[in-house]
């Protein structure tokens, strides 16, 4: 039988990391098996405040706020630095408040190391993780519609998120369980769209194994590919027993179905994309109040509320599945469509198990 998996240890590619902040100058240090220089660092304290995207891309300096669409801003209070294993935070910063607590959720790339693509019409500036199927990408659009990029990650990708860099415009969420030409935007609770205006996409000959494709449409709707304007772009692409990203029909019983995942999830992003109105969710293992089951805090991507605490609606972790304990329609409404963004804990099946693979939790 083939390696279920190539990643044993997924916390050498993704962690997440809950920490207290001290209003001192200080560092967040992750505690997974393996050490994690971070180049993609999302933040999100418990209370109101915006969830704070940095990488080693763009620079320590800058940041994306995904609950807005305003461009990048700048400002030397965020992350001082990524370290070997997390990143540092200065005093008086918006994310290390004496006492507040913080979620950050941390991805690698290619330790800020970039190189530039020519694979597509438009030239990128990469740095990727092959192994883990995650690169970060910058381009300057050309204002042509149905032009190609290049994302270094040597296997048509799952799921791209774009955001315009140099001026408002909503960010764009296409994975390959949209409908065909659909996207949704994460900053906003709305179903998923197959307007014009700001589409991305890897079907068919939109992506392959080293490009996929964007659009020219309205710009009031933030569209992603304006002549002169800069974008940032994170691709993905599933790894087998680390990664996984998929779509399920919600059943609405508070005894819930299992969702199989072939490993114990580490983090969780949700969207009901067939019903407007329904915000996107987050839920992880690290929290405090999450370490074991049920889980039962989260937080919304696009909004700046606090951390969520609603016992009604938990959700369970298990070795190779998740599971809902709610009918909230949110999560799992009757017939409602979903889709789910799932990184790993631990495999179920390692690269040197022999066994066979199962399918349903013990």
Do not use: C
Request: proline share 3%; charged share 15%; glycine share 12%.
């Amino acid at each position: 039988m083939a390696d279920y998996t190539t990643i044993d240890d997924p916390s050498a590619h993704f962690q997440g990391t809950e920490y207290t902040g001290s209003g001192a100058d200080r560092s967040v240090t992750n505690a997974g098996n393996s050490d994690l220089q971070p180049d993609l660092v999302w933040i999100k304290t418990h209370t109101t405040s915006s969830h704070m995207w940095q990488d080693s891309t763009r620079g320590v300096t800058k940041y994306l706020r995904s609950n807005m669409s305003g461009g990048d801003s700048t400002a030397s209070s965020i992350i001082q630095a990524f370290q070997t294993d997390g990143f540092s935070l200065p005093a008086g910063g918006g994310n290390n408040v004496d006492g507040e607590l913080s979620m950050s959720w941390q991805w690698k790339a290619n330790g800020g190391s970039t190189s530039s693509n020519t694979d597509g019409d438009i030239t990128s500036t990469l740095q990727t993780n092959s192994t883990g199927g995650f690169t970060i990408g910058t381009y300057t659009g050309n204002g042509t519609d149905n032009q190609t990029i290049g994302h270094g990650l040597g296997a048509k990708p799952d799921l791209i998120i774009v955001k315009r860099l140099s001026g408002t415009a909503n960010w764009a969420v296409w994975s390959k369980t949209n409908t065909y030409n659909h996207i949704l935007r994460l900053n906003m609770d709305t179903t998923e769209s197959d307007s014009a205006s700001g589409r991305v996409g890897a079907y068919g000959s939109q992506g392959s194994s080293t490009i996929f494709t964007v659009f020219q449409g309205s710009s009031a709707y933030g569209n992603t590919n304006e002549n002169g304007e800069t974008y940032v772009f994170y691709a993905w692409k599933e790894v087998q027993g680390y990664s996984k990203f998929g779509r399920y029909t919600g059943n609405g019983n508070a005894d819930g179905a299992f969702i199989y995942t072939g490993f114990k999830p580490a983090m969780i992003m949700l969207k009901n994309y067939g019903n407007a109105g329904y915000n996107w969710w987050i839920l992880d293992n690290q929290r405090s109040q999450n370490i074991s089951n049920p889980m039962t805090h989260y937080f919304f991507p696009n909004l700046n509320n606090g951390g969520e605490n609603l016992t009604s609606l938990p959700m369970d972790f298990y070795s190779n599945v998740f599971k809902f304990r709610t009918n909230n329609t949110g999560i799992n409404g009757t017939g409602h469509s979903y889709m789910y963004y799932a990184w790993a804990e631990n495999p179920f099946v390692t690269s040197t198990d022999t066994n066979s693979i199962p399918t349903t939790a013990r």
